[in-house]
């Protein structure tokens, strides 16, 4: 028996390690390299500061890909075993299916271990650098803001699109005002903008050149019919506020604070300074319960691997997909709801791990009586 269990230890743990290894470089690729591509190739930073962005994206990642690897790991690895009838050779010699699957319930104690204190510690931390990294990105090159070819959306109540950028200098460049309802009350339009950076006061300073405004009058400025023509300038001075982009990252946010110091917020709420603690204590609900998704997930993988007997790779994705989602829209309610206390969304956020567990505990027992 300990061959067996030495044997489905190893193979479980290395396809997790290779399917996790996988999942996160796509899941980076997709959600970061295009922006962090776009400052390598318009020379906003180096290439080394590239690296840092990327590594300290990494940790962020394996929170949800470190379950899901495991659960694609279980899907194949038992997926094969249940097809080659190996799995059935081995009930047939008095093997119950509990001491079968016990090498894959370790691991999902340890994978959950290693979670917790990536979720707890490791991710925040980093999370809290690469924001650290971005900052000074901006004060030390705060052309960086500016991407040509893409809507800038980083300043309050403004949006920014222009087409080119060279040096200090900015071309065809468009400007809308928001309100409170993000409705553009005010555009401009500049053949091109010269742009001087005055960081002791925390501002950019634009002279739009050929400036065109466009205003809306009126109580309903949906209406098109309230839109007249503004001033026309050769030369329009404008004034960009950095205080409030800068101010913003000093306030705690959740996502950024370790597990102590999420605890701290929660157990002493005078620290927000009249912020909502729920928020905080979704929060902190959340990294654990993601932390036990890992074993979570092999209690609902292992039997679904079984009843499918499929060891096709595409298949396992597929199915580990459908898992993975369904998990995971529990746990954006409960994130949609974080700041009603009134809904209990530091309880919801425990749903999937119940629901889950409850299911895979129900077809474990099925199985190992058919």
């Known amino acids: 028996m300990r061959i067996i269990y030495t044997y489905l230890f190893k193979e479980i743990a290395i396809v997790a390690v290779a399917t996790t290894a996988v999942l996160t470089f796509l899941l980076v690729l997709v959600n970061a390299f295009k922006d962090i591509f776009d400052l390598l190739l318009h020379d906003e930073v180096s290439l080394w500061v590239i690296c840092q962005l990327v590594g300290l994206l990494i940790p962020f990642a394996l929170t949800f890909t470190l379950p899901w690897g495991l659960l694609l790991a279980v899907l194949l690895v038992f997926g094969r075993f249940s097809q080659d009838k190996e799995l059935l050779t081995l009930k047939a010699s008095g093997i119950g299916l509990l001491p079968i699957i016990a090498p894959a319930l370790w691991l999902g104690v340890i994978f959950s271990i290693i979670s917790f204190v990536n979720n707890a510690t490791i991710a925040p931390q980093c999370r809290k650098a690469f924001k650290e990294i971005s900052i000074d990105l901006i004060r030390n090159n705060p052309m960086a803001f500016f991407t040509p070819q893409t809507t800038i959306e980083k300043f309050p109540g403004m949006r920014i699109w222009v ?65 007249h023509p503004g001033a026309h300038a050769q030369e329009l001075p404008m004034t960009i506020s950095l205080s409030d982009f800068f101010q913003r990252d000093q306030k705690p946010r959740s996502d950024r604070l370790t597990l102590g110091e999420l605890r701290s917020f929660v157990t002493h709420p005078m620290q927000l300074r009249n912020e909502n603690p729920v928020p905080f204590l979704t929060e902190l609900q959340k990294r654990i319960a993601l932390s036990i998704s890992c074993l979570t997930f092999v209690l609902v993988g292992v039997p679904l691997a079984i009843q499918t007997q499929r060891r096709e790779t595409s298949v396992g994705v597929v199915m580990s997909l459908g898992i993975v989602l369904a998990y995971y829209f529990i746990t954006v309610l409960a994130e949609v709801f974080k700041r009603n206390a009134g809904v209990y969304p530091e309880v919801i956020i425990w749903l999937p791990n119940f629901i889950f567990q409850t299911v895979g505990a129900f077809l474990i027992a099925r199985a190992n009586f058919r």
């Open 163 to 227: 087409g080119s950028k060279k040096g200090t200098t900015l071309e065809d460049v468009h400007i809308w005002r928001l309100n409170e309802n993000m409705v553009p009350i005010n555009s401009i339009r500049a053949d091109s903008a010269r742009l001087d950076f005055d960081m002791p006061n925390e501002r950019i300073v634009l002279a739009l050149h050929n400036a065109r405004q466009e205003e809306r009058s009126g109580g309903d400025v949906s209406d098109v019919n309230t839109i």
